[in-house]
């Protein structure tokens, strides 16, 4: 056992900690694990394009790091246009059960983001574990949208319990009033 806790240490240690990467090395990560990527440039900034799942996704480079054409980070982006209304529940039930990526909501586009830190030294297979965490995340998001009529049910349940209740103490109140006057009435 010992021996094989060695071997791993051992395995690990050999491996290049990066500090940052560029352009061309995050490509060849998505490469590697069978993504297509072609590189586009918007704004003046170079970005990846790629997809997964049939979803089109964008690799977007921040922080410059000291090196010319290094980045200390990037964030992994997917914006989905949607039809029809998105129930305020479909992004927030996202944000409570999945703690790796961030779903937000802007008119009717879903925008789901990653962000990969390297500043502070990280391998390549960290980064290439990152590209794996990201297809599951967009398999379970598009799982989590195929549920969205479930959502929206659920969402309207919840909003008829909670009326309920108001609507009875209404109706209680009146009367409670009309009692408390006709109390009022027959003491004088």
């Given at each position: 056992m010992a021996s094989k806790e060695t071997e791993v240490a051992q395995t690990t240690t050999a491996q290049k900690v990066l500090e940052a990467v560029a352009v061309e090395q995050v490509a060849d990560l998505f490469?590697?694990?069978?993504?297509?990527v072609t590189p586009a440039e918007q704004n003046g900034i170079v970005q990846l394009m790629s997809a997964s799942q049939g979803v089109g996704f964008a690799v977007r480079f921040g922080n410059a790091a000291a090196t010319q054409g290094?980045?200390?980070?990037?964030?992994?982006?997917?914006?989905?246009?949607?039809?029809?209304e998105l129930p305020p529940e479909l992004v927030l039930s996202w944000n409570r059960s999945k703690r790796f990526a961030r779903l937000s909501s802007t008119a009717q586009f879903l925008l789901l983001e990653m962000d990969v830190i390297v500043a502070g030294g990280?391998?390549?297979?960290?980064?290439?574990?990152?590209?794996?965490l990201w297809d599951r995340l967009i398999q379970e998001f598009l799982l989590h949208l195929r549920n969205r009529p479930a959502i929206a049910q659920?969402?309207?349940?919840?909003?008829?319990?909670?009326q309920a209740p108001a609507a009875?103490?209404?109706e209680a109140q009146p009367a409670a009033e009309?009692?408390?006057a006709a109390h009022g009435a027959t003491l004088q």
């Open positions: 490469k590697a694990a069978g993504y297509r290094a980045y200390l980070d990037y964030t992994l982006s997917c914006a989905m246009q949607v039809q029809g990280v391998t390549e297979r960290y980064l290439s574990s990152t590209i794996e659920a969402q309207q349940q919840v909003q008829q319990s909670q009875k103490r209404a009309a009692g408390d």
